[in-house]
């Protein structure tokens, strides 16, 4: 009886460690290409964590279902490729907070989740691709120029990858950050340790809006929100959609102005609180999500000194790292965005404008990767009627 009470909350905890130390430095890596200082990311990312903590509390508490909410991991990524924006930080926090309004209306506007679904899928996960490649490349990249720090790291990955599958990232990770510990740790100040929240006033720019705020929102909802509700209906839960997309909008709106760009529907790691690990009655895993909540808030305290750490790290470690990291999703994009034939011309041409990194007028390739696979796909569509016209 007690190990079936417990099962819940160590799911929750394992669920909690897996996903932050899976992930954290692809969005320490994406607040700071976006213009923060060092202290400003360690903000939105203690920002993050409590405001999905919390979300999670209310969620599975009022719902007695094991919901798991997380931080838009693929957003980070393309906030990576995004680079400096239009207005600098101020108008990536403006971003942000654009961000979590549209989130909070797709909850309470049904018709903003329809013209969502209505991207179609195989054109969403190219984009995410193209954002994701540039990231995917620094291992090898790194283990090029400096191959006596980066080499332990893909070992690290390979050997666990290999022998424990869950816990080959954030090995990786731990392997990276004792490299760091060995090589800069000594440069650390202990006030950096400490974690604080830093508040930014907004700023908004139309670079940003296009740039950030809309290829954020979209890659959120298709690659978190969406696959996150398919995630648990496959085991058996039904996610309260409404009040999920107004607590992650609300959330998302707390947390940007400390720093935080996105908090949605965990995916990945929604198969851990829910699934069969959490105990083996349905109904009893809700307990999970707590532990997971619980170890988040925990885990916000040492933000400070793990971005401290990462900031500390040689050229190419925590890059490798992050890269290793996003090699699962990774694939995952490429399956979906080339699984339709008649789809793939317009998919790879969205995902190279994403992987190319190229900016016009101020906004970045995202965008314009949405918008060149949509054009080629018209295209495509036309001829093809043009031709059974024809042919009639």
């Known amino acids: 009886m007690l190990r079936s009470a417990a099962a819940p909350l160590t799911a929750g905890v394992v669920a909690a460690v897996v996903g932050f130390s899976s992930s954290f430095v692809v969005v320490l890596a994406g607040l700071t290409a976006v213009g923060a200082t060092p202290r400003q990311a360690a903000s939105g990312l203690v ?80 984009m995410l691709a193209g954002v994701l490649l ?56 202990a006030a950096d340790l400490v974690p604080s929240l830093t508040l930014t006033a907004p700023a908004w720019s139309a670079g940003a809006l296009l740039g950030v705020a809309l290829p954020l929102y979209v890659v959120t909802m298709a690659s978190q929100n969406v696959p996150g509700v398919a995630v648990m209906a496959g085991l058996g839960y039904r996610v309260p959609w409404r009040e999920s997309m107004t607590v992650t909008g609300v959330g998302t709106l707390l947390a940007a102005p400390f720093g935080g760009h996105a908090v949605n529907l965990a995916a990945i790691t929604a198969a851990l609180t829910a699934g069969p690990e959490a105990g083996p009655d349905p109904a009893r895993r809700w307990p999970a999500g707590v532990g997971a909540a619980t ?64 900016a016009v007028l101020g906004v970045g390739s995202a965008f314009w990767a949405l918008v060149t696979g949509l054009v080629v796909r018209t295209v495509l569509r036309a001829g093809t009627r043009s031709r059974g016209a024809h042919a009639a």
């Open 295 to 358: 170890t988040y808030l925990l885990i916000a305290v040492g933000c400070g000194a793990l971005t401290s750490l990462v900031a500390a790290a040689p050229d190419g470690v925590v890059q490798s790292a992050a890269g290793l990291a996003l090699l699962g999703t990774l694939a995952a994009s490429l399956r979906e965005a080339l699984a339709q034939p008649g789809e793939q011309v317009p998919a790879v041409a969205c995902l190279v404008v994403a992987a190319s990194g190229v």
């Open 47 to 126: 920002a993050l964590c409590v405001a999905q903590a919390l979300g999670m509390l209310w969620l599975c508490v009022r719902h007695r279902t094991p919901l798991s909410l997380a931080w838009s991991t693929p957003g980070a990524a393309l906030l990576v490729t995004t680079g400096a924006v239009d207005g600098g930080w101020p108008a990536a926090v403006g971003a942000f907070l654009v961000v979590g309004g549209l989130v909070v209306l797709t909850g309470l506007v049904p018709r903003l989740g329809d013209l969502v679904a209505a991207i179609p899928v195989p054109l969403a996960r190219a």
């Open 134 to 189: 540039p990231l995917c490349v620094e291992p090898v990249l790194a283990l090029t120029a400096s191959p006596a720090v980066v080499a332990p790291v893909v070992i690290g990955w390979l050997v666990l990858l290999r022998l424990a599958p869950r816990w080959a990232v954030p090995g990786a990770l731990a392997v990276a950050l004792g490299v760091v510990v060995l090589t800069a740790a000594d440069g650390l100040r």
